[in-house]
Every structure is written in C-alpha cells, then in structure tokens.
C-alpha cells in the first residue's frame, strides 16, 4: 500500500513538474521582452522546489521499490526534457 501511495506522489510530482517547466514558455518572454522578471523568479522557485522533490522521490522508488537503475536514470532524464515527465507518465508511471 505505501509503495502505492510513492508512486501515486511521484506522478503527481512529475507532471507538476513538467507544467512548471513548460511555464517557463510564458515567463521568460515576459522576462526577456516585457522587462517582467518576477513571474520568471516565482516559477523558477517552484519549480526548483518540485525538481528537488521530483529527485527524492525518484531516489526513494529506486531504494524501496528495487526499480532498475536504468528506468530511474531515464527518468530522471526525461525531467530535462519538455514534455518528458508526461511521456514518462503515459510509458512507465501508470498503474
């Protein structure tokens, strides 16, 4: 049951992660074009915030859940990539 409930927080995480990502889209025109730093601070923090998270939980599923030392490093991969948390999620994190 807490294995479930690990990889039910880690998907969530993830995908949190990934919009947070993605919002960079938004923020640094803003930042870059408009002279409007502040939205890109704010979700520059939270983002790190949910990148840290997304990293700990991946290192807890690999510990507690034995995943193959290949699967997590793909995935944590995938965090670097736009949309490879939801990629991720649709491949390997779905139940």
Request: charge should be positive; aromatic fraction near 16%; charged fraction near 20%.
């Amino acid at each position: 049951m807490e294995k479930t409930n690990l990889l039910r927080k880690f998907r969530l995480i993830a995908l949190l992660e990934g919009c947070s990502y993605l919002s960079f889209g938004i923020t640094v025109p803003l930042r870059e074009f408009l002279d409007m730093p502040m939205p890109n601070k704010i979700v520059g923090w939270i983002h790190g915030v949910l990148f840290i998270a997304y990293s700990l939980l991946l290192l807890q599923l690999f510990l507690k859940k034995q995943w193959r030392f290949n699967t997590c490093l793909l995935l944590f991969i995938l965090s670097f990539v736009p949309f490879g948390t939801f990629w991720a999620d649709k491949r390997y994190l779905r139940e």
